[in-house]
């Protein structure tokens, strides 16, 4: 697929094209990537400058792989340019490369002008609610999402890349950490459809409040929002719609049309009686429930028949590290990909109803981008570790030290094993997890929680 020639990027970028031959400038872009160790022939690499290296030191490395071309700040031009040497590579010049990759992006996406536009944001179940969207929409057309979880300022517009001539729905994560950086998604992709998950304490640090959080994540509803989706527990659903000018949707196993029961299936996830339907959702926990609701309300807004509802949700497959069930000797819940109170919350509650013969053991690494609400954060989970009493647990992380006081002060009677080195957190769980267990392992994406899978997997 070509996304277009290099002199028509220059132009969408608002940059200027540089070839030694006007010939190149004709040549198609195919792909395009920050990273110059995926390159590939006919890629545009967009060399960014980051906190620790600058993409324009790998442009030659672009150049070497047969990039297309190279997007690079205007200021670094003279050093890209030694850099290459004699080696011919196209150049757009642009004054800063992010910018210039949005324009890029944005100007893109709206060649497409019969694609219907979906974006998901919230404090967490993001993710997951835009694979269970994307699925049920692909059950009934071409379909472009969020390819992992590309949501932020830099991944949404790679994203957008995703969409083709015969793409009839795109779904699209907008994730936000900081102030003005949905604005500068929505310059790129306003949705018609618009879903917020929720209003939680996730970058509360950046943010420095759960209103600021509200005001950042609720411009997803912007003012040619046509449905606006906010989850009907929602605490902020009258400011929202004070701020936004807009009448909100609830969605949610009350608000959500044709809903008739729902009945847990422990670990193998839920059942959902829907217009008649008897839908099967391989999705644990009560939160993804909800995910789900989301998702079917999002097919409603745009006339989706209950039966395709029924074959998207049917074929969704929970996400690596976000509630995904691993089976062997021991059992896992892998919910490591983000922490926030209150998806930690959920997932414990949701832990400690299951019915299980084995042992229930709890591995919390810490939360982060919590600001001054740490140390009350963290306190809560361990209140809510003492109330769900599982066989052991272990924390990783000093935030954590907070949770492991209150679980002391609570008469918590069972094993509790904190540390902040990931070697002594590893063999406190090989000489304290047994076969037949069940565990959960969570904790925010800096604390890599990943890395204690493989040491689960391997106990027999």
Known sequence: ?????IAEAAVMAKGTC???????????IRSVTIDSRTVEKGSMFIALPGTTQDGSQFVRDAAVKHAACAMVARKALSMVKSQ???????????????????????AYASKFHN???????????????????????????????????????????LSLFQIAKDTRYGVFEMGVDHVGEMDAMLSMWRPQVGVVTNIGHAHLGKMGSTQTIAHEKSKLFHSDIETALLVES???????????????????????AGIEYTVSKGLTGWTIGYYG??????????????????????????NIAPEAVKIGLESFQSVEGRSRILEGNVTVIEDYYNASTDSTDTILDYMGSI????????????????????????SNIGRTLAAMNPDSVMLYGNEMMAAYRVMKQSGYGKAVYITEDFA?????????????????????????????????????
Not at 1 to 5: D, E, H, L, P
Not at 19 to 27: D, G, K, T
Not at 236 to 241: A, D, G, L
């Open 355 to 378: 019915p299980w013969k084995g042992a229930k053991r709890v591995i919390l690494g810490s939360m982060k981008e919590l600001g001054s609400a740490s140390e009350s954060a963290h």
């Open 84 to 106: 290459l040497g004699t080696i011919e590579l196209p150049l757009i010049v642009v004054e800063q490369p992010l910018e210039g990759l949005q324009n890029l992006a944005g």
């Open 424 to 460: 002594q957190l590893q063999s406190a769980v090989l000489s304290n997890v047994k076969k037949g267990d069940l565990i959960l392992v969570k904790g925010s994406r800096a604390m890599a929680m990943e890395r204690i899978v493989p040491s689960l997997v391997s106990i027999a």
């Open 1 to 5: 697929m070509s996304i277009c020639t």
């Open 18 to 28: 540089m070839v030694s031959n006007e010939r190149l400038a004709s040549v198609p």
């Open 115 to 157: 694609i219907v536009k979906i974006g998901v944001t919230g404090s967490c179940g993001k993710t997951t609610t835009k694979e269970m969207i994307a699925s049920i929409l692909s059950a009934v057309d071409k379909t472009a999402k969020t390819p992992g979880n590309l949501n932020s300022e830099i991944g949404l517009p």
């Open 234 to 256: 929602s605490a902020f659903r009258r400011y929202i719609e004070s701020v936004r000018h807009v009448h909100s949707t609830p969605y949610g196993l009350t608000s959500t």
């Open 277 to 302: 339907l008897s839908i099967d959702l391989k999705a644990v926990g009560r939160h993804n429930l909800v995910n789900a609701m989301a998702a079917i309300s999002v097919a409603q807004s745009l």
